[in-house]
């Protein structure tokens, strides 16, 4: 192996790296053998090179002369590491497609293609990876949920490395897909470091929430005897530690051991992780208000504002007269809105140990509820409410609504 390239060679890895077609085409159709050829440094192969740099059409090319799509570099990464490391969509789609395993290990850390995904935020790669990961055979061999907590050298999962990397996009879907929110790596960050510890540390708000939400333990130690809100102290997230001070209120947390809200379709489910983010939220504003700390407004709440007087009467709740009914329960075809729904689901404080919740009950008519669906209101309806709920200005009546819950928990039990 030559220590440098000759011109043709270095001329060929810039018409890819460019993503320049022709000229691709063209040195190979002259010279067919540089498709072998890798760089001299990090051993980086053409298909590594158009994977990282995102050049579709010449990977494609490289993938169509049969190049393997499993090729190494001196770091052991495959081309699908590099694309999911850039967040190249269309290359990890194309890598896929030809066969790509999305269970290699590289050599710098022990990462899988899923790592590098969440490390480096690109939750859409992460759901092409996860999408792929269900009908492969890694699921049928490895099963998915063990996928989803893959671990790397140092026992980081990819749900360690999202909430590290300060990425709530990455964190919820994660979540959403069985991966377990209480567990320890080994050696990564401070060792027994949980996601919750991770992300308390690096002070990320939205991913404490999300974390909260699916019920991760304020509680939990690491291996040096400490619990999250004593790491955020320790980095000055004042914010951050205040929602994980053990003896602040208890967040919803998302009921998701329940089957009927593991088979919920899109939109219901959309509707009621809007409002329990939002009853979540509510609680925030009360403890960071006695702490002194003003939080910042969530992404994405700058939308329209349209008002929900508009809803008639025979729209609202009959629970808490105060939000449009958007969930209804099938079977017996009672309709309540998303907060009150969840106050019936939620348990505030989740038991892992425990076996599944009991049931809840319809609250009008007391039968069991087996599926919930989004309501058939006016289409018009809707749209408000999901944008209001999106203005957490213009809510008002939260604490009504969480009183409520409380009222809904008792007539539970």
């Given at each position: 192996m030559h220590h440098h390239l000759s011109s043709e060679e270095q001329g060929f890895f810039s018409a890819v790296q460019s993503g320049d077609f022709e000229t691709v085409k063209e040195i190979l159709e002259y010279n067919s053998s540089l498709i072998h050829l890798s760089t001299v440094y990090d051993r980086s192969s053409a298909l590594h090179v158009a994977a990282a740099n995102g050049q579709i059409e010449v990977l494609s090319l490289l993938l169509d002369r049969s190049v393997k799509p499993d090729l190494l570099n001196?770091?052991?990464?495959?081309?699908?590491?590099?694309?999911?490391m850039?967040?190249?969509?269309?290359?990890?789609?194309?890598?896929?497609?030809?066969?790509a395993n999305i269970l290699m290990f590289d050599s710098v850390n022990g990462r899988t293609c899923l790592h590098y995904a969440a490390y480096y935020g690109h939750s859409d790669c992460l759901q092409l990876i996860l999408?792929?990961?269900?009908t492969s055979q890694v699921a049928a061999s490895w099963g998915y949920s063990r996928f989803v907590n893959i671990r790397d050298g140092k026992g980081a999962t990819p749900l360690h490395l999202a909430a590290r990397q300060r990425r709530p996009e990455c964190v919820h879907m994660l979540l959403d897909n069985g991966a377990l929110v209480c567990a320890s790596t080994s050696r990564y960050g401070f060792p027994g470091s949980t996601p919750l510890h991770l992300a308390a540390r690096s002070g990320s708000l939205?991913?404490?929430?999300?974390?909260?939400?699916?019920?991760?333990?304020r509680l939990?130690?690491?291996?040096?005897?400490?619990?999250?809100y004593m790491v955020a102290l320790k980095n000055h997230h004042g914010a951050c530690a205040a929602l994980l001070n053990p003896s602040s209120a208890e967040p919803l947390v998302w009921p998701s051991p329940l089957k009927f809200i593991s088979e919920l379709n899109h939109e219901a489910k959309a509707l009621l992780e809007h409002a329990l983010m939002e009853a979540n939220r509510e609680r925030e504003k009360t403890i960071l208000k006695?702490?002194?700390?003003?939080?910042?407004?969530?992404?994405?709440?700058?939308?329209?504002?349209?008002?929900?007087?508009?809803?008639?009467?025979?729209e609202l709740c009959c629970i808490c007269f105060d939000q449009v009914c958007t969930i209804e329960v099938q079977e017996c075809?009672?309709?309540?809105?998303?907060?009150?729904?969840?106050?019936?689901?939620?348990?505030?404080?989740?038991?892992?140990?425990?076996?599944?919740p009991s049931v809840p009950l319809c609250p009008f008519c007391r039968s069991n509820i087996v599926r919930l669906v989004a309501a058939r209101v006016k289409t018009e309806t809707i749209k408000t409410v999901m944008s209001t709920s999106q203005s957490l200005e213009n809510l008002g009546g939260?604490?009504?609504?969480?009183?409520?819950?409380?009222?809904?928990?008792?007539?539970?039990q």
């Open positions: 001196r770091h052991k990464q495959t081309p699908l590491m590099l694309a999911a850039h967040g190249k969509i269309s290359c990890v789609t194309k890598l896929i497609e030809a066969g999408s792929a990961a269900r939205d991913c404490i929430r999300e974390l909260l939400a699916w019920g991760a333990d939990q130690r690491d291996a040096s005897g400490r619990i999250p006695k702490t002194g700390y003003s939080l910042p407004s969530p992404s994405g709440s700058d939308s329209d504002i349209d008002n929900l007087s508009e809803a008639s009467d025979t075809g009672h309709r309540m809105c998303a907060q009150c729904t969840l106050a019936l689901c939620c348990h505030n404080k989740p038991n892992p140990t425990t076996a599944c939260l604490g009504t609504r969480v009183r409520e819950a409380a009222v809904l928990r008792a007539y539970q």
